[in-house]
């Protein structure tokens, strides 16, 4: 009886959530236009002791307030726009090391972003275009970038295709924000190396290639597989990281012009029985740099009402570290490449957490609905040393207009 | 567990369980967070990661 009530109330939350989702259309009731809107909070704060800054020793201690909105809207049935804008809010205390006085990435630091995507379904064919672009801006750094997607679902609904490019456009010069310049002015080096010029670009493009392929497997079963490839020249050393060498010399952090990425991930979500859903995810992981990383993370979403959902999940990751790397004081002067970024070093990282998920799906008004409510709450943990709590809490209302 | 994986027609009536919220292959809000942190943290970028911007990362 119990599992019955409970197959009922998930059958009702589907109906509900039919409407949210890119289920099949003749579910739904006819919709003129809806709009999402998703108010998000991320706190993240983080410590160690092996800043690039300051030459793979010293604090890492970082904490960054992070609000930020999703906002879709959907309209004449095949058309969707998305917006998705925030600012990361960061007091770092590393960044203070750059030239130890209040000036470039001072110990608070914003990064400003938002991106505006259209996308179309075309009339009578399960295939869907995208495009879009943005901002992302911080004192030290502008990223624009360029987005265009296409996504084909096959007629029975149960296979898709997908591909993603993405161009990012960088500029890592500092000044934008700086009330004096309100212009990029430079690039900024520690203090003590800024009687040279380190490098003769200040740009950084990126260019992702990304590919999806879902399959239903059965009733209960989907698999999903995304291989990507990525490339990126330019400026790909950070101006302000410091390597100090075993003769006490002292340079700015240097790296290729070129790295080459190769990311792909396989996922399995299972329905099993008729509360738990069990996530699997792996990834792998090869670039250009020599690093090689395999990521397994497990989740079991688990319903313990047809509005509630307490997903635990903890993740593995495996990094065999770059060829470029090196701790304080060990990089030979005669290499070319060096830096003691320990983001690039051998490594293992844990990360567990839980995940509450509310689906009230109540009306506040007669068109606008409290769809969705989650918290999340993620530890990491990496073996050398750095430690970082990730909470987040995000709201979403739904408008329709039928 | 999983039955094999040669893949069998599914009816409409017979997508309750597919169309769940949570057996949709996008992540919510909080793991976008988390694989944007893994980018910045990582030396690997994780493949259909939702990336929403650029950004240096570099603190």
Redesign the interface.
């Known amino acids: 009886m119990k599992r019955r009530i409970l ?1 009922a109330g ?2 009702s ?2 109906l509900l ?2 409407k949210a ?1 890119n ?2 259309s ?2 739904q009731k006819s919709t003129l236009s809806k709009t999402e809107v ?1 108010l ?1 909070y ?1 706190h ?1 704060i983080q410590d160690g002791h092996n800043s ?1 800054v300051t030459g793979g020793i010293g604090t ?1 201690k ?1 904490t960054v307030y ?1 609000p ?1 909105v ?1 906002i879709g809207h959907t309209f004449k049935e095949y058309n969707t726009v998305r917006f ?1 804008g ?1 600012v ?1 809010i ?1 007091s ?1 205390a ?2 203070d090391n750059i030239d130890f006085v209040m000036s470039s ?1 001072s110990s608070r ?1 914003a ?1 400003s ?3 505006l995507n259209y996308q179309r379904q075309l009339k009578k064919k399960d295939l869907k275009l995208g495009i879009g672009s ?3 801006i ?1 004192s ?2 502008m ?3 360029i987005l265009a997607s296409a996504e084909y679902t096959n007629p ?3 296979r898709t295709y997908s591909f993603d490019f ?1 161009a ?1 456009y ?1 500029d ?1 010069r500092w000044g934008r924000l700086n009330p004096d310049h309100r212009r990029p002015v430079r690039l900024i080096y520690p203090v003590e190396l800024r009687n040279k010029q380190w490098f003769d670009t200040y740009r950084r493009d ?1 260019y ?1 290639f ?1 590919f ?1 392929f ?11 597989i ?3 490839f ?1 490339y990126q020249k330019g400026l790909l050393a ?1 101006p ?2 410091r390597v100090y060498f075993k003769n006490d010399s002292l340079k700015v952090e240097n790296l290729p012009g070129e790295r080459y ?1 190769f ?3 396989i ?6 029985g008729s509360r738990t ?1 069990l ?1 699997m995810n792996y ?3 090869y ?1 250009s ?1 020599d ?1 090689l ?1 395999n ?1 397994l993370e497990l989740e079991a ?1 688990i ?1 313990t009402s047809p509005q509630w ?1 307490v ?1 635990p999940f903890f993740r593995f ?1 495996n ?1 065999s ?2 060829e470029y790397f090196k701790p304080y004081k060990q990089h030979d002067i005669s290499a070319k490449f060096y830096t003691s970024d320990y ?2 070093a051998s490594f293992q ?1 844990y ?1 567990a957490g839980i ?1 509450l ?1 509310y ?1 009230p799906s109540a009306y506040l008004t007669r068109k606008i609905s409290f769809d ?1 409510l ?3 709450y ?1 530890y ?1 943990h ?1 073996s050398n040393g ?1 430690n ?1 709590h ?1 909470v ?1 809490l ?1 709201i979403k209302f739904i408008r329709e207009k039928h | ?3 094999g ?6 009816k ?1 009536y ?12 996008g992540s ?4 976008k ?2 694989d944007y ?2 980018t ?9 990661g939702t ?6 990362g ?2």
Do not use: W
Not at chain 1, 267 to 272: D, E, I
Not at chain 2, 5 to 10: D, E, H, I, R, T
């Open positions: 197959l998930l059958l939350a589907f959530k039919a989702q289920s099949d003749s579910y998703e998000v991320n993240y690039a890492e970082l992070s930020s999703r998705v925030g990361d960061i770092s590393s960044v990435a630091d990064r972003y938002g991106n943005g901002f992302s911080e030290d750094y990223s624009i970038p029975a609904k149960t993405q990012y960088d890592l990126s992702n990304k999806g879902t399959q239903i497997i059965n009733p209960r079963l989907v698999l999903g995304f291989p990507e990525s950070t302000f990281h990425k990311p792909l991930s996922r399995l979500n299972y329905f099993m859903i996530k990834g792998f992981y670039d740099f690093i990383g990521s979403a319903k959902t997903s990751y990094q570290g770059s983001d690039l990282s990360k995940n998920r689906l969705e989650n918290l999340r993620g990491y990496r750095l970082a990730m987040t995000a | 567990m999983f039955g994986f040669s893949c069998q027609a599914v409409p017979q997508r309750v369980f597919l169309n769940d919220p949570e057996m949709q292959m919510n809000s909080g793991k967070f988390e942190v893994e910045i943290r990582e030396g690997a970028t994780p493949a259909a990336k929403s911007s650029g950004g240096c570099c603190n």
